[in-house]
């Protein structure tokens, strides 16, 4: 039996949640499309993602916060915090960014397809249960994992997230919850100021938050041996189900807000040491847009991730690296 092509999900309201002179603009998504755009989107099933519903906005987020974020965008919109801004348009951009995560889950665990990808705006991993920041409405990637809990009765979700920004309000969210694991990687100390290693989650949920920080001018070697050895085996220990990644790509050189050094080489070989790890567990992956804010770099790291994600993966031969090895030895004592 063929395999399946990857699924992919996007929506036109992306481009209307409008941010006025940001560097979160609807050309990240005018720049992504456009490179699929030129390689046939890579032969994937591309869908249009409808809106996420009230009950998988509620499974996350408080209803008064959901209500005043309506509220404010059908009035004009505003600066929701310093970083934070969203237009008339900006409840149905984050209603579809949402949607498009809950149904590439659906689509992954229906097995329509053993791997997707959901490419919106606004990005989500911010966004606390009751709180919108840095450039996050909703909690795009914790909705969807949510939502495969709830609705297919999951066990195990593991989200490896890394955008070179801490997902504060992805570990917020799943912080007693045993069923999800949350490793992220990220530049340590940067905004917004959570992500200590120290910080491993509560009650049943203790051990199930991971925070590997990155120092800042680290590269390839770094980040792509933290992943390879020290979030795979993490999240291959979990035994999940279902294996989402919250795809940054501002931990690259060129990305103008933050000070890390990942190269196109480098971000290849961290998609294909999580994409090994779905194929050898037999486990659908999805692909969930974070950050990234230059837009050469999106045009091209987001379609080679694509393309790694819908073959035949084999994990990179990555040297473990001082920072992985650091890693390693604080998790064993």
Same mark, same amino acid.
């Given at each position: ?14 481009l ?12 990240r ?38 209500r ?13 915090d ?17 949607g ?5 889950v659906?689509?992954?665990l ?5 791997a ?40 195990r ?28 990687l ?32 680290t590269? #390839? $070697?770094?980040? @792509?041996? +933290?992943?390879?050895? %020290? /979030? ?5 220990a979990?035994? &999940?189900?279902? !294996? ?19 190269? #196109? $080489?480098?971000? @290849?070989? +961290?998609?294909?040491? %999580? /994409? ?7 486990? &659908?992956?999805? !692909? ?11 045009a ?17 031969? %990555? ?15």
């Amino acid at each position: 039996m063929p395999v399946p092509p990857p699924v992919l999900f996007h929506h036109a309201s992306s481009l209307l949640h409008d941010t006025g002179d940001h560097p979160e603009c609807a050309a990240r998504i005018t720049s992504i499309e456009m490179a699929l755009a030129q390689v046939d989107w890579l032969g994937q099933d591309v869908r249009e993602s409808p809106a996420a519903s009230s009950e998988n906005l509620r499974s996350v987020h408080d209803p008064n916060y959901l209500r005043g974020i309506r509220e404010r965008c059908e009035t004009g919109g505003g600066y929701l915090d310093a970083d934070t801004v969203v237009s008339p348009d900006s409840w149905a951009a984050a209603l579809h960014a949402a949607g498009g995560a809950v149904a590439l889950v659906d689509a992954l665990l229906s097995r329509e397809a053993t791997a997707g990808s959901s490419l919106h705006r606004p990005p989500g991993h911010h966004a606390e249960p009751a709180r919108a920041m840095g450039f996050c409405v909703l909690g795009n990637a914790a909705i969807a994992a949510q939502h495969a809990l709830d609705a297919y009765g999951l066990e195990r979700v593991a989200i490896i997230d890394w955008d070179v920004h801490h997902g504060n309000g992805t570990q917020a969210i799943f912080w007693e919850e045993p069923r999800v694991l949350t490793c992220s990687l990220h530049q340590f100390p940067f905004w917004p100021g959570t992500g200590a290693a120290s910080q491993v989650g509560a009650g049943p949920g203790a051990g199930f938050t991971v925070n590997l920080p990155m120092a800042a001018g680290t590269g #390839d $070697d770094a980040w @792509a041996s +933290m992943v390879e050895h %020290v /979030a795979v085996p993490v999240a291959r220990a979990h035994r &999940p189900q279902l !294996l989402l990644l919250c795809a940054g790509f501002d931990a690259h050189a060129e990305d103008p807000l933050a000070g890390c050094a990942v190269t #196109d $080489d480098g971000y @290849a070989a +961290m998609t294909a040491s %999580v /994409a090994a790890l779905a194929q050898e567990l037999d486990v &659908p992956m999805g !692909l969930i847009l974070e950050g990234g804010y230059d837009l050469g770099v999106l045009a091209r790291c987001v379609p080679q991730s694509l393309r790694i994600i819908g073959g035949p993966a084999v994990a990179p031969d %990555v040297p473990v690296h001082p920072t992985a090895e650091h890693a390693l030895l604080q998790r064993t004592r």
